[in-house]
């Protein structure tokens, strides 16, 4: 058992107490404390997409299973089995040095692996379900294992089974991708082939990619260790074509993304920035002054504090906008 202080095991830096925090290292380590029958428990991987509002009445499992395994191949494609309490960054960075392709573009997303696909990760044009072929997990309500394929995780824009009826049920102790050994470079994004022009690299490799990736997440994002944040705060909101075109005739120059033919994706953080919060900073709760989707603990906000600074935000976006977001991080109350 580790202290039963979270402060160092969430990146907003939020102090909260527990009943106890419990490093699992393997499965068997999972099923020795179901049989405790310690309760309610909690599942906590990099703690860098959760926003502790108060104390948490609950044993909190510090996902702790590590190791990278191939566990098949052939000429084009590898199947790798990554234990759910390795650092995703680490995980993309092995990926990169063995030249496997296919989740370059999601270098230095804070994180474990385990996390990756209940939030469904994505950045600059690809989501980690692309490239997931299943993931192993211990129902904890039946204390069963169960084997879940990409068709059974309903992933969704930073959504899957394990943020719905799945929630708090599963501890995934594996995650398994499929990589390329002959990749295919996305570069979709104007960003990404700006950075490499910059380093004058004209034939890119997976490598040049994630630096490029590395670099452009570095210059704008804060660093969690540095500045406390949990990311991107809020989803992108989507809204209809219609509400879409009435916002476009007050702001012309409104960045979007088209979703389908009846759907556009507005950027939270231009919504956020035009209500005036952007840099805004009440008490130790507030935006980051280089991205206002990034709300930051500048010193010792609680938990409450920032969720109320949360609030005043969507109610601003909401007044200005008639536009709903919602948070992308998940808010524990107790
Ligand atoms: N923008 C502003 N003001 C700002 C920052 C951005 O107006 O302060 C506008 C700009 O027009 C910019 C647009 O918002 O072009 C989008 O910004 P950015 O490219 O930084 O992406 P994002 O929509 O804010 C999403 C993901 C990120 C991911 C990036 C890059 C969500 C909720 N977030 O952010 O994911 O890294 O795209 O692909 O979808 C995360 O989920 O934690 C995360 C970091």
Known sequence: MYTTNLLN??????????????PIYS?????????????PLKIIGGGSNILLVGDIDAYILKNEIKGIHIVDEDEDEVLVSIGAGENWHNFVMWTISQNLGGIENLALIPGSVGAAPIQNIGAYGVEQRDSFHSL????????ISKLFFREDCQFGYRDSIFKK????????????????????????????IKMLEESKINTPTIADVADAI????????PDPKIVPNTGSFFKNP????????????????????????????????????????KGKRVGD???????????VNYGKATGKEILEFANDIQIAVSQKFEIDIVPEVNIWES
């Open 165 to 192: 009826e799945a929630k708090g049920k599963c501890f995934i102790t594996h995650v398994n991708y499929i990589l390329s050994k002959k990749p295919m470079l996305n570069m979709q994004y104007g960003a990404i």
């Open 285 to 295: 709760a507030g935006t980051h002054k280089n991205h206002a989707l990034v709300l």
């Open 9 to 22: 095991f969430n990146t907003m830096h939020i102090s909260a107490e527990s009943k106890g925090i419990i």
């Open 238 to 277: 989507v809204i209809e074509k219609k509400d879409f075109e009435k916002l476009k005739q007050s702001y012309p120059n409104v960045p979007n993304y088209v979703v389908d033919a009846d759907h556009t994706k507005i950027p939270a953080a231009w919504l956020i920035e035009k209500a005036g919060f």
């Open 136 to 143: 192993k997990a211990i129902d904890l309500t039946q204390g």
């Open 27 to 39: 499965e068997r380590g999972l099923y020795e404390v179901l049989v405790k029958g310690n309760k």
């Open 214 to 221: 590395i670099k452009i997440r570095t210059l704008k994002l």
